[in-house]
């Protein structure tokens, strides 16, 4: 059993918290050295922003969508800097809403009172309520906000932190909202009396040739949806969107379109919703030349395009990542954790590029959407994936793997540059810049043998400020895989 000692004045520190597990330090952290920056015999600290956040992000980006935040003044002052601060250039609604409203019970009236507000924003075509975790507690349900207000279509995007986990994760939530508004399925009864989603409208000009497009669901680099375009070009089909996309009618196309890749493992939600429409979907996404191969078939294969055609682009395209691979291999151990959400995609392309990544982890919870990268993995040399991590863990896996580079998260690539280790901060270094097919291989590629090299910089500061290393022990990898 967990036991919890709590002493006077309720002072909670990590050395004052027993759990079933960690009563007792390992011998494995026994043996860590002095020095870190967090405590790595606990779990405390988890790697994701306010969930919130990921919502509002998506949200505040789409033109005519004006968003009313349904939260108190803590919650709405951290989440209008972060989203200001991300250039959201928008007002956000909300209600002036502290403990006295709260104990009044008074929660729908100021959802409604602040969904008005926006409302008479200009421009607004459709209202998103967010529901963070104050309103949910108190009780928010749906049945209490309209569907409309001054004519203008409400949805409600619920996403308390004790519901949905991780920002990326509550992206989805929002998507998944507007795409239940907008691109609903439609059903149609067959001559035998079956009831099924209807996807295409009817079979004229437009709708035929939307139905030989796809629509990419994962927020990614301007200059991928352009790749990706091209070589869907090559096969008589083509993209027709991105979502999250800035415009509102891109959503109505997501039930009409000849399939959906779902480049992204966490929009399972949004997924859900354009199956039960109807829509092929086609998971994983184009990255390093196995991927790119598989990829560029399955598309071909659920618009029922040209297979020898398909096979001759999904060749070309694979031929020339492995060209660029063979010019420029990586080498090194390399950790991935970042809290996008993507970064299993990251280490795949970096194992088929020739790095050895041993262990990865995420903010994203372990799916139906991450099991093939899993798979694949896994049986290329990675150790350990760890979902809805914690900085203790990442840390912990700095002693166990030793690595050469780590793409990380601010906390964790400090912690590496203090041990004289190269690191990047995975959002900012990583997901600002094309991945997908070989465009995006050679541009990650080379930044990555950059950042390899640049190993005795770091080795040279941590010399500086600490002195000469001791003799370590050889790592010595556990066997965790789950
Ligand atoms: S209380 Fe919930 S909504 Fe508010 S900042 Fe924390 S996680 Fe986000």
């Avoid at 606990?42 to 922003?49: A, G, V, Y």
């Avoid at 507690?137 to 409309?148: D, I, V, Y």
């Avoid at 993995?377 to 991590?389: D, F, M, N, S, V």
Wanted: proline fraction near 7%.
């Amino acid at each position: 059993m967990s036991t919890m000692t709590v002493p006077e004045g309720n002072l909670i520190t990590p050395e004052i918290i027993e759990t079933r597990d960690r009563a007792k330090p390992s011998a494995q952290s026994a043996a860590l050295p002095a020095g870190h920056s967090v405590s790595p015999d606990h779990n405390l600290t988890p790697q994701t922003m306010c969930p919130a956040f990921g919502s509002l992000r998506v949200l505040t980006r789409i033109d005519g969508v004006q968003t009313a935040m349904v939260t108190d003044t803590g919650c709405l002052y951290g989440l209008t800097f972060v989203t200001h601060f991300y250039a959201s250039r928008k007002s956000i609604a909300a209600p002036a809403f502290g403990t006295k409203e709260l104990v009044a019970g008074n929660v729908a009236e100021a959802a409604i009172a602040s969904c008005v507000e926006a409302s008479k924003m200009p421009g607004t075509k459709l209202i998103a309520a967010i529901s963070l975790c104050v309103a949910e507690t108190a009780g928010l349900t749906e049945e209490m906000l309209p569907a409309q207000i001054n004519g203008i279509d409400v949805i409600l995007v619920r996403v308390p932190a004790y519901a949905i986990h991780s920002h990326p994760e509550a992206k989805d939530v929002a998507i998944n909202a507007i795409l239940k508004k907008y691109a609903p399925p439609r059903m149609e009864v067959t001559a035998d009396g079956v009831e099924k989603p209807l996807t295409y409208d009817g079979s004229n000009e437009e709708e035929e040739a939307l139905r030989r497009k796809v629509i990419m669901l994962g927020e990614v680099f301007p200059a991928d949806p352009i790749s990706v375009d091209a070589v869907l070009k090559r096969l008589g089909s083509g993209l027709a969107a991105t979502l999250p996309s800035r415009n509102l009618d891109d959503y109505k196309l997501a039930r009409r379109v000849g399939a959906i890749a779902a480049v992204h493992p966490f929009y399972g939600g949004s997924v859900a919703t354009l199956r039960a429409a109807g829509v092929p979907i086609i998971s994983g996404a184009p990255v390093g030349p196995e991927a790119s191969y598989n990829w560029i078939k399955a598309v071909a294969a659920a618009l029922k395009l040209d297979p020898a055609l398909a096979e001759q682009v999904a060749a070309e395209e694979r031929d020339k990542c492995k060209a660029i691979i063979s010019q420029f291999p990586l080498r090194g151990r390399i950790m991935v954790c970042g809290y996008e959400g993507n970064e299993l995609l990251y280490a795949r392309l970096l194992v088929e590029a020739g790095a050895e990544v041993p262990y990865i982890s995420t903010s994203i919870q372990k799916s139906l959407y991450t099991a093939a990268d899993e798979a694949w993995l896994k049986a290329h040399g990675t150790r350990e994936i760890i979902y809805q991590k914690t900085l203790e863990q990442d840390v912990r896996a700095l002693d166990v793997y030793r690595p050469d580079l780590v793409l990380g998260t601010t906390p964790l690539s400090a912690e590496a540059k203090q041990r004289g280790i190269p690191g990047m901060y995975y959002t900012n270094m990583l997901s600002v810049r094309p991945l997908f097919l070989s465009a995006g291989l050679a541009g990650t590629i080379q930044l990555i043998r950059d950042a390899l090299e640049r190993a005795p910089r770091y080795e040279w500061m941590r010399e500086f400020f600490v002195g000469p290393r001791q003799a370590q022990a050889p790592a010595a990898p556990i066997n965790t895989m789950d």
